[in-house]
């Protein structure tokens, strides 16, 4: 029997040397017996044309991250109904010289929403206004949230989100940041926005919150997600997001189903390791 040909993939961002992505892409591939090779290289928007352009026929794809999740769509031939309508993709599927965009990170954000208990039909909160949050907006339409209202720093930003949820049929209300603690009522609540930037709406968690799901990881937990579990909701940090954005992509890379516990294993031993 021949032997599994080497294939190749990486992430790409910058600043990069903090991704786990090399964590649970090969703990995926190693349960799936696919003697793959997964790399970690740092490039910029500048960069990323040549370094796409430079890459062979053993190459099956690309995880991105910041800041290249706009960057690359200019490169695509090819792009999913979500990438159209986030702006964005965090996946560079690489197949008979056709280079194709997808956008798993909004199947990261529902799945870890819905292991963290997050109510389908109701109003839902996103805090922030970048790409993540477009994503948001996608994830909380396929859990059919009635309406979301996003709390953004920058106007154009909320006009993005808007954008977003009229493409796929949800109702988005782009409210000033200042504003963002009216929000955690909500049952649904998304906070897309760096490491440090809703600390001070800790103080305004509500007592029995509904579900919140914050993408920062490191570190972990947040002030927010520290006094939301203190109050009594349910909190998914982006570790989360992050397994089942990888899970996505594993899947569009091999056409294999990978093992969520397998990679949840690595991933949790690798965080712990920090």
């Given at each position: 029997m021949p032997a599994e040909p080497v294939r190749r993939a990486a992430v790409l961002g910058h600043p990069v040397a903090h991704s786990l992505s090399p964590v649970l892409h090969r703990a995926a591939w190693a349960g799936l017996g696919l003697p793959w090779e997964y790399s970690l290289v740092d490039c910029t928007s500048e960069q990323l044309p040549?370094?796409?352009?430079s890459l062979d026929a053993s190459w099956v794809g690309l995880s991105l991250t910041?800041?290249?999740k706009q960057t690359v769509l200019a490169l695509l031939d090819e792009t999913d109904p979500l990438?159209?309508?986030t702006g964005?993709?965090?996946t560079l599927l690489l197949s008979d010289g056709v280079r194709r965009g997808a956008n798993t990170d909004v199947e990261g954000i529902e799945t870890a929403?819905?292991?963290?208990?997050?109510?389908?039909r109701s109003a839902a909160v996103v805090l922030g206004g970048g790409a993540t949050a477009r994503s948001a907006v996608a994830a909380l339409a396929r859990l059919e949230a009635s309406e979301v209202t996003a709390y953004v720093r920058r106007p154009e930003a909320g006009e993005e989100l808007v954008a977003t949820g009229s493409?796929?049929?949800?109702?988005?209300?782009a409210l000033p940041w200042d504003r963002a603690a009216e929000g955690l009522a909500a049952r649904t609540v998304v906070c897309t926005v760096p490491k440090g930037a809703a600390d001070h709406l800790a103080a305004a968690v509500p007592e029995g919150p509904g579900a919140l799901l914050d993408v920062v990881y490191d570190p972990w937990p947040t002030p927010l997600?520290?006094?939301?579990?203190t109050r009594g909701g349910a909190v998914a940090s982006g570790l989360a997001m992050l397994l089942h954005q990888a899970v996505g992509q594993v899947r569009l890379m091999t056409g294999r189903e990978p093992s969520v516990a397998a990679m949840r294993t690595a991933l949790e031993a690798a965080a712990a390791r920090r």
């Open positions: 040549a370094y796409v352009a910041m800041p290249l990438v159209v309508a964005a993709a965090n929403l819905r292991e963290a208990g997050a109510e389908g493409a796929l049929g949800v109702d988005v209300t997600a520290a006094a939301w579990s």
